[in-house]
C-alpha cells in the first residue's frame, strides 16, 4: 500500500518562499509520475504541477510557471515542491499524488486527477501578510 506524506507548508508573507515535501513509502516510487494539486476553501482541487518518473519532463499551468519548481529524488523516495514569488492566491490545502503511469505525453494529461491513484493528506500553505 502506497503512502504519501506531505510536510513543509505554513504561514508565508507575499512574495515569499516555502518548500513542500511529500515523502512515499510501501511502493515503488522511481516508477510513475507524480503530481501536487492544491484545494482552497469552496473550489475545486487543481493542477499545481507534474514530474515525470526520473525528473526529466514537467508540467505547470500558467498560474504558477515560473514561480514554482517541482522535483523528486528518487534515492530518497520525496517529491518537493519549490514555492517562490508567493501569493495570497496560492493559499490552499496542497497534495501529492502518484500517477498511474511512468510519464504522460500531454500536458492535459498530467492535469487529470483521474491519472493519479494515491493521495497525500494534504499540507496546509497560507500566504498572508
Known sequence: QVQLVESGGGLAQPGGSLRLSCAASG??????????FRQAPGKEREFVAGINYIGGSTAYPDSVKGRFTISRDNAKNTLY?????????DTALYFCAKGRE?????YSDYTRMNNYDYWGQGTQVTVSS
Open 27 to 36: 511502493g515503488t516510487f522511481s516508477r510513475y509520475a507524480m503530481g501536487w
Open 81 to 89: 515542491l519549490q514555492m517562490d514569488s508567493l501569493k495570497p492566491e
Open 102 to 106: 511512468p510519464w504522460y505525453p500531454r
